[in-house]
């Protein structure tokens, strides 16, 4: 179950790119996203996207139903391939290492502000602006919940139970932490060092 969760977080939320490199529908998002990276959100529009890609607009609507769906489609498609691509990754064995998603957690902490962080902030806050309950942002957010729920109830059986919360409780606790963190980095708050950011989650940890 880890493991197809993990694959459908990875790949777009559309359907998993066909490897070609010069399809449409990777120009496109390659272009949105540099466009926001340049330009942000707001002043970004489906034609400077177009015209970048070397595309007419209505390759855009052949592809994704609106701005929204094109802009957060190229945000999360980056998000999760850059940063939550090692995420739950089993070893060798086939098992998931009960510290994984703790030390995923610490390194994502203490790392360094990205560009990624703000546009994260910005198409989420574009999705609740225009009520867009199924957005590509919402579907990520959703199954990274299931995906997080999956592996702590897999690595549960490496090591002994602390506490009676449930899976979900612990599974919603780590990932708005992890949606927290991406705020914070947005905003330019200080950030920890991985060894501090691990001591203070290994000391959650041991509650559960």
Same mark, same amino acid.
């Given at each position: ?78 998000? +999760? #391939?850059?940063?939550? %691509? @090692?995420?739950?990754? !089993? ?9 994984? =998603? $703790? ?22 806050? +574009? #999705?609740?602006?225009? %009520? @867009?309950?199924?957005? !590509? ?9 299931? =995906? $997080? ?60």
């Amino acid at each position: 179950m880890v493991t197809s969760l993990r694959l459908r977080l990875v790949e777009t939320t559309s359907g998993a790119e066909r490897g070609d490199a010069t399809s449409t529908r990777r120009r496109l998002l390659e272009a949105a996203y540099e466009l926001l990276v340049e330009r942000g959100y707001e002043r970004t529009t489906l034609q400077q996207v177009s015209q970048r890609a070397g595309l007419t607009t209505g390759a855009v609507y052949s592809n994704f139903a609106n701005k929204l769906e094109l802009m957060s489609e190229a945000v999360m498609d980056r998000w +999760a #391939s850059e940063d939550l %691509s @090692q995420l739950f990754a !089993p070893d060798p064995s086939g098992t998931i290492p009960a510290l994984r =998603l $703790t030390e995923h957690l610490a390194r994502h902490f203490a790392r360094p502000p990205r560009e990624e962080d703000k546009l994260v902030t910005e198409v989420t806050a +574009a #999705s609740l602006r225009e %009520s @867009q309950e199924d957005s !590509p942002v919402r579907r990520r957010v959703f199954l990274l919940y299931e =995906l $997080t729920k999956a592996a702590i109830a897999a690595a549960r059986d490496q090591t002994v139970r602390r506490t009676e919360l449930s899976d979900e409780v612990i599974a919603l606790a780590t990932v708005s932490f992890y949606l927290g963190c991406v705020t914070a980095k947005a905003l330019g708050l200080p950030q920890p060092s991985e060894s501090e950011a691990l001591t203070y989650l290994n000391t959650v940890a041991a509650v559960y």
